[in-house]
């Protein structure tokens, strides 16, 4: 069985910086594309950033050059650093990882972390 845990997330002013982690855990053969997709109430899910096990990174334009996605491949670890927040970033943020476990390739989502950027 596969969990992925996520931590961070909360309160913060425009303008300021958030950090979060999403460790995924559990009986893996090896983790391929990790990523951060949010969803804001009423809207779609939306990915946010990828990145693979070798280091290619995607950002959505909404984020470019705010947002750092980063991962330790030793802690099955990914983050997200996010800077220069703004109220529209708010939403519940996931992270999902494609994972080799013993059935084959799967999906893996997170449970989902509230980020609120608000004065």
């Known amino acids: 069985q596969v969990q992925l845990v996520e931590s961070g997330g909360g309160l913060v002013q425009p303008g300021g910086s958030l950090g979060l982690s999403c460790a995924a855990s559990g009986s893996i053969f090896h983790v391929y594309t990790m990523g951060w997709s949010r969803q804001a109430p009423g809207k779609q899910r939306e990915s946010v950033a990828t990145?693979?096990?070798?280091?290619?990174?995607n950002y959505a334009e909404s984020v470019k050059g705010r947002f750092t996605i980063s991962r330790d491949n030793t802690k099955n670890t990914v983050y997200l650093q996010m800077n220069s927040l703004k109220p529209e970033d708010t939403a519940v943020y996931y992270c999902?990882?494609?994972?080799?476990?013993?059935?084959?390739?799967?999906?893996?989502w997170g449970q989902g972390t509230q980020v609120t950027v608000s004065s």
């Open positions: 990145i693979t096990s070798t280091g290619n990174i």
């Open positions: 999902n990882a494609d994972i080799k476990v013993a059935a084959g390739i799967r999906d893996y």
